[in-house]
């Protein structure tokens, strides 16, 4: 049995709904499935909820719900905007699931039988809002803590522990030995600084049942619950386990945002390692987005809702904006003119125009009878191909898209250069306009094929335009000389329509 491509985001915390940040990771999740699937491997493509924690708690405390009815209706909200997206996800979890729940005790039983715990009594701050405690390293000069910790507490407290720091050795080791292991570079390299220049503490494993209830019961321990991150990161092995006839372990990437580097590229390996459990290939970073250079914050007013924009501009707008404007990795500005500039740019005048000028010449002129096959656009059209194949296999979008606008940009260029609608008036080039008619056709059905991981819905209206019965989601149908002479295409529509702003 081959394994599956198997493709991660992180679970999302249910204690708001969903925005911006949560729509861009899982679009990028999505592309790189749909992208794998296209270069014909099998793919499995798992996106969730983390509905356990002190936070969930009190939100739903505030709510005056019990906690599994909070979880329950913010979850249809989750699973609506994944509809939204139109992701194509094998699965999705909800640590709340009992195919979770048993595996993380499962987990937690065999750490603790391994010697991989300890228990221990603990005096110190803590921040509920981040759960998390702090040290008196996170204390600002004036001794107090930042605001972004919310209200911070003096515990003290027994709980259990999970051996990190014996670990941190063969972290090192192991990040310098597989570079691709943490990427972009200069997240691995950041990793990396850390580990050298601070101990890593033990991480606390629990919480007890008297202060939090909202968690898995430790298997071990009935007076204590998990820690919400010991319990969410083990989110990735519990839904492998739980398709036993995929092999789908170790995952091949898991796609996050920067500031959940440390439990995805520290914690998270250790606790690998200590399950005796193969490393996830990849951890992929992405940065966040802000919006006219200020940060996106709903106090201020300052947000992006994605529902909004989808319901405007339609969801493949969306998915090309997030995509083209940032790479995956730095931080990204969104700005309303900027989406419209590329959707009038790149959407209406580049890939829109050029669909709908080749089909409609060639049903005014040819009856929309597909002509004989000619071959001037080949070559640009396999290199678009070809360099798209490469990078997917790097996960690279933003360049793969701006390699697909090269041939939209040359079939465009060269509608002009040839002037198909001046070669129209002249019987005598007959033949001339037929190879023009062919070659833009041709390259509209080879654009279908390799814009279908991003913009599927687009990539189905240009092959129905095209008369084509098939799905473009195979990369090996990006091959020049699809289009057989005789065939007769469908009825040309605007793609995307021009919006008066």
């Known amino acids: 049995m081959s394994k599956r491509f198997y493709i991660t985001t992180a679970i999302d915390y249910v204690n708001g709904q969903p925005h911006l940040g949560h729509a861009y990771e899982k679009i990028i999740a999505d592309v790189i499935a749909r992208a794998r699937r296209s270069l014909g491997q099998e793919v499995f493509f798992l996106t969730g909820l983390d509905e356990h924690g002190q936070k969930v708690q009190q939100a739903a405390q505030a709510e005056k719900k019990n906690p599994q ?47 991989q715990f300890y228990k221990a009594s603990y005096t110190g701050f803590y921040s509920a809002k981040e759960e998390t405690f702090l040290t008196e390293k996170d204390r600002l000069p004036d001794g107090t803590f ?71 019961p430790l298997p071990f321990d009935p007076e204590f619950v998990t820690y919400v991150w010991f319990d969410a990161l083990v989110n990735y092995a519990s839904i492998a386990h739980a398709h036993p006839e995929l092999g789908l372990w ?94 009038q740019a790149e959407l209406a005048n580049g890939l829109g125009n050029l669909v709908n000028r080749s089909l409609s010449m060639l049903k005014r002129y040819r009856n929309g009878v597909v002509p004989a096959r000619s071959n001037e656009l080949a070559a640009d059209a396999a290199k678009a191909a070809d360099e798209t194949r490469a990078l997917f296999k790097q996960s690279q979008l933003q360049s793969a898209l701006q390699s697909i606008w090269g041939l939209v940009n040359r079939a465009n260029k060269y509608v002009d250069e040839t002037a198909p609608f001046k070669l129209a008036k002249d019987p005598a080039q007959a033949q001339r306009l037929d190879e023009v008619l062919y070659n833009l056709a041709e390259s509209c059905r080879v654009l279908a094929v390799l814009l279908n991981p991003f913009l599927p819905g687009t990539s189905a209206k240009i092959y129905a335009q095209l008369g084509l019965t098939s799905t473009p989601d195979k990369l090996a149908d990006a091959t020049w000389g699809g289009l057989q002479a005789g065939h007769a295409i469908g009825e040309p529509a605007p793609l995307f329509p021009r919006k008066d702003v």
């Not at 009815?69 to 979890?93: I, R």
Request: negative net charge; glycine residues 6%; aromatic residues 12%.
């Open 250 to 343: 170790p995952a091949d990437i898991h796609v996050i945002g920067k500031d959940i580097v440390k439990f995805h590229a520290v914690y998270w390996p250790i606790m690998l390692k200590a399950m005796e459990l193969p490393l996830p290939k990849q951890v992929l970073v992405h940065g966040w987005w802000q919006k006219d250079g200020a940060k996106i914050s709903k106090s201020t007013g300052n947000v992006v809702d994605p529902m909004a924009v989808i319901n405007e501009w339609g969801l493949d707008a969306f998915r090309f904006y997030v995509l083209r404007e940032l790479d995956i990795g730095p931080d990204g500005n969104w700005t309303d003119a900027g989406f419209r500039s590329r959707y």
């Open 69 to 115: 009815e909070y979880c329950d209706a913010l979850a249809a909200d989750w699973q609506a905007f994944v509809k939204k997206l139109e992701l194509t996800n094998d699965d999705f979890v909800r640590t709340t699931q009992p195919r979770h729940k048993e595996f993380v005790q499962a987990t937690l039983a065999k750490l603790r039988a391994a010697g």
């Open 146 to 216: 930042d605001a972004s910790y919310g209200e911070v507490v003096e515990l003290k407290e027994d709980n259990y522990y999970f051996k990190l720091g014996a670990h941190q050795p063969w972290l090192i080791d192991y990040i310098e030995a597989n570079p691709d292991f943490i990427a972009p570079s200069y997240r691995r390299n950041e990793v990396l600084g850390f580990l050298k220049n601070n101990t890593l503490e033990d991480l606390c494993i629990s919480r007890p049942l008297a202060r939090l209830n909202w968690g898995i």
